[in-house]
């Protein structure tokens, strides 16, 4: 069987924790909503921040929501080297040992001490499609994609939750190097 899963592309991006939030954007606030993303529950936010670090800065970062319990910077290698960090890559959480950002929003900045992340590329499934597929939580595959720049991803981590949706998650790094956009299809490799 060929299975064939859609791509969702995702720039920069920070998940912020309540206090950080706070701490950014003032005393009590709450995140606005300006589009749904494609897992249950997620979104983008209206809000942006400035990311700063030790070489340069990137402005306009979305903030992502819900508010998490920790902050979270997610960056593509590019970003990396205009700010001046070396991030490691990561799956979603794992922070121990990253580097910290200052990150600036209208009512303050928050010197954030570890926390910045490249994602790792990651395959969200429901438990149906994943044994459809015949995968598992935390298996590693390998996804091909078409076209002129086709190329071949490897070290996907399969990622599954009974609330998640099926899409592959790559950074723009990622997407532009094969050519993709979102919704674009890859095929799962056997």
Same mark, same amino acid.
């Given at each position: 069987?060929?299975?064939?899963?859609?791509?969702?592309?995702?720039?920069?991006?920070?998940?912020?924790?309540?206090?950080?939030?706070?701490?950014?954007?003032?005393?009590?606030?709450?995140?606005?909503?300006?589009?749904?993303?494609?897992?249950?529950?997620?979104?983008?936010?209206?809000?942006?921040?400035?990311?700063?670090?030790?070489?340069?800065?990137?402005?306009?970062?979305?903030?992502?929501?819900?508010?998490?319990?920790?902050?979270?910077?997610?960056?593509?290698?590019?970003?990396?080297?205009?700010?001046?960090?070396?991030?490691?890559?990561?799956?979603?959480?794992?922070?121990?040992?990253?580097?910290?950002?200052?990150?600036?929003?209208?009512?303050?900045?928050?010197?954030?001490?570890?926390?910045?992340?490249?994602?790792?590329? &990651? /395959?969200?499934?429901?438990? %149906?499609? @994943?044994?459809? #597929?015949?995968?598992? !939580?935390?298996?590693? =595959?390998?996804?091909?994609?078409?076209?002129?720049?086709?190329?071949?991803?490897?070290?996907?981590?399969?990622?599954?939750?009974?609330?998640?949706?099926?899409?592959? &998650? /790559?950074?723009?790094?990622? %997407?532009? @190097?094969?050519? #993709?956009?979102?919704? !674009?299809?890859?095929? =799962?490799?056997?």
């Amino acid at each position: 069987m060929v299975a064939r899963v859609p791509v969702g592309i995702s720039r920069a991006h920070v998940h912020l924790s309540q206090k950080d939030l706070e701490s950014l954007f003032g005393e009590g606030y709450q995140l606005s909503e300006k589009k749904a993303l494609s897992q249950p529950g997620q979104f983008a936010a209206e809000e942006t921040v400035t990311l700063i670090g030790p070489k340069g800065s990137i402005s306009r970062v979305r903030v992502l929501g819900p508010v998490r319990s920790k902050t979270q910077v997610e960056v593509t290698i590019s970003d990396c080297y205009r700010l001046g960090i070396q991030a490691p890559v990561r799956e979603s959480g794992d922070l121990d040992g990253t580097p910290g950002i200052t990150i600036e929003g209208p009512a303050g900045r928050v010197d954030l001490p570890e926390g910045v992340i490249v994602s790792k590329r &990651h /395959l969200h499934l429901s438990p %149906a499609d @994943a044994e459809k #597929l015949g995968l598992k !939580d935390k298996d590693i =595959i390998r996804v091909k994609t078409e076209g002129e720049r086709a190329l071949i991803f490897e070290n996907v981590v399969v990622r599954v939750r009974s609330d998640f949706f099926m899409d592959l &998650h /790559l950074d723009t790094d990622e %997407a532009n @190097a094969a050519g #993709l956009k979102n919704n !674009d299809l890859v095929t =799962i490799l056997p």
